[in-house]
T-cell receptor, first 112, second 111 residues
Framework: DAGVTQSPTHLIKTRGQQVTLRCSPK?????VSWYQQALGQGPQFIFQ???????QRGNFPDRFSGHQFPNYSSELNVNALLLGDSALYLC???????????FGPGTRLTVT | GESVGLHLPTLSVQEGDNSIINCAYS??????FIWYKQESGKGPQFIID?????DKRQGQRVTVLLNKTVKHLSLQIAATQPGDSAVYFC??????????FGTGTRLLVSP
């Protein structure tokens, strides 16, 4: 049973560029949440997708956007990258009526 | 805003000891809590969860205690092993399934 997968593993971008991160949920899961984890901090909720729509959003600017596909996979897009966007980006999947969320290994984004 | 915090940033124990990691939460309306273990370079790994209608829940070598009166959560690990060394996060659910995490406690287990 495949767990949550994310790609790429690592990414280096320049300030001002745009980035797209990808996530495939755990088999059978249809809800995907994205989190940002700065070094030494706990994950911060960005948003959640269910039925291809954003269902809940955290305190992140509009530069952060997402998408969910019919196969439940998801993308996180960040525009106009800032140095402060450097972090580990985590994807978590779950079932809508169960609260357990399972995390992927993350994508380490470095903005220079 | 609402937050979840931890009392101890680092906990050092000897192999075989029992470990207790504490967490304070501030949202009295939260009805679901979860503990994660995160090893270096990896994503958080689910350990155990508990709903607000329970005071205690046990898993394999782990127990979570919930005290709603003082808004306190703890994770007990029995017979701690070197493989338990990691950062542990507690989190509370807010809204649909938004998890609010604290900053974490690092557990160091010495052989």
């Amino acid at each position: 049973d495949a767990g949550v997968t994310q790609s790429p593993t690592h990414l280096i971008k320049t300030r001002g560029q745009q980035v797209t991160l990808r996530c495939s949920p755990k088999s059978g899961h249809d809800t995907v949440s994205w989190y940002q984890q700065a070094l030494g901090q706990g994950p911060q909720f960005i948003f959640q997708y269910y039925e291809e729509e954003e269902r809940q959003r955290g305190n992140f600017p509009d530069r952060f956007s997402g998408h969910q596909f019919p196969n439940y996979s998801s993308e996180l897009n960040v525009n106009a990258l800032l140095l402060g966007d450097s972090a580990l980006y985590l994807c978590a999947s779950s079932l809508p009526r169960l609260d357990e969320q399972y995390f992927g290994p993350g994508t380490r984004l470095t903005v220079t | 805003g609402e937050s979840v915090g931890l009392h101890l940033p680092t906990l050092s124990v000897q192999e075989g000891d029992n470990s207790i990691i504490n967490c304070a939460y501030s949202n009295s309306a939260s009805d679901y809590f979860i503990w994660y273990k995160q090893e270096s370079g990896k994503g958080p790994q689910f350990i155990i969860d508990i709903r607000s209608n329970m005071d205690k829940r046990q898993g394999q070598r782990v127990t979570v205690l919930l005290n709603k009166t003082v808004k306190h959560l703890s994770l007990q690990i029995a017979a701690t092993q070197p493989g338990d060394s990691a950062v542990y996060f507690c989190a509370e659910k807010e809204g649909f399934q938004k998890l609010v995490f604290g900053t974490g406690t690092r557990l160091l287990v010495s052989p």
